[in-house]
């Protein structure tokens, strides 16, 4: 039996990356009953585990078009999968050096599979239909991770435990692997999916041609790209890592209404087509709410702040990811390479940021006041990126017919 209704190939897709967010952010919750079990008390050696992931993020997403070259979209994806599937190993870790291969394997599949959405949500759905897809991929993780924050005492409770769960998660992420195995998936773009035979705009579904990642580096294009959100992933990864540090709680709320402003952003980008206006305004209200959060020392305010800023981080991702969907003759390779190039850039950019935030931290003897100034001029990026982004949509188009 295949697999070839297209929005169950969207369902094992969403869910996979939703069970990588369980299992991911369950692992972390659950980071020091782990140590304790394998008596490892060296901060050294817990953060030598966050570094190992952010190593797998840079080189996983970097990588991503290549094995899908080598191997074809439908492989690589279930290569993620498979790769997530080792996080199995982190609740029965019987040593160090096992638990922190589980955690950069699991972070590799992680990695690949971010990538793969695009080039398998370009094969399946009509261009009409690709916002409110990518839209619905893009907050799976944050349902994963809210399901974690708000319910993982819950389900260890339904388990008998942190380990019982994180197997639970893992042996459902293998059943969707297993899943993928039967998805009917043809090779050839010009003809394999519906996409082709209903888009409206068939220069978007050109034949299949060689798009390198050579090509890639010397696009202007995917440096604006990657630039323009590279900015608000170091911000948004500081914000977990450090502000509860700085004693700014607020952060939590930033979550929950990423998933309400995901879900504002698919129905906004379904009805107005121009994708640059929803990016500039929410790249101003993001520098504003960042410095209302690092700055006020009124709880309040910080709150305020929190809840904006979680639903304008994650109201234009929408339309900023479906930017490239929308490019004349775009394929499946180039949409790949894309965003592999994309995931690469802001991820190694955010790396760069965080350390240097760590070290104007250390350097001000525990203040950060100059660290939250430095994250709130970096975090400007989507708003001054938005300048130099082209609209792929023109006015007349912005309202569906």
Known sequence: MKISNKYLVEGIVFFSYVLFAMAWVGGTASMD???????????????????????????????????????????????????????????????????????????????????????????????????????????????????????????????????????????????????????????????????????????????????????????????????????????YICLFTFYPKAGIVASKWVIGFGIVGTIAGMIYSKKIKQRIPIIRWSGLVQLITVLGLSFSVNPMIQTLCAIVLGFFIFFPITALVTIPHEMPKMTSQKITVVFSLFWSISYLFATVVLWVFGKLVDLSNGDFTYAFILISIISSTFFIGSFFLAETNKKSQSVEE
């Open 33 to 235: 009953q782990i140590m304790a079990e394998l008596h490892v008390s060296s901060l050294a050696s817990a953060s030598f585990i966050s570094g190992a992931v952010t190593i797998a993020k840079i080189i996983g997403t970097f990588l991503a078009a290549w094995i899908a070259i080598k191997m074809g979209i439908k492989n690589a994806f279930l290569m993620s999968c498979i790769l997530v599937c080792v996080g199995v190993l982190t609740p029965i870790a019987g040593s160090y050096d096992v638990l922190l291969v589980s955690r950069f394997l699991m972070g590799l599949g992680g990695a690949l599979m971010i990538v793969y959405f695009n080039p398998i949500v370009m094969q399946w759905f009509p261009t009409e239909e690709r916002s409110t897809i990518n839209g619905l991929n893009a907050v799976a993780f944050n349902i994963g991770t809210a399901v974690i924050l708000w319910s993982m005492t819950g389900i260890n409770i339904v388990t008998g435990g942190w380990q019982n769960s994180l197997l639970v998660f893992s042996g459902i992420s293998l059943l969707l692997a297993l899943a993928w195995l039967f998805v009917k998936w043809d090779n050839n773009e010009t003809t394999s999916s519906a996409a082709t035979a209903t888009s409206p705009d068939p220069q978007n579904t050109a034949p299949e041609a060689d798009y390198s990642y050579a090509d890639g580096l010397k696009d202007r294009f995917n440096w604006v790209y990657a630039l323009t959100y590279s900015g608000l992933l170091a911000f």
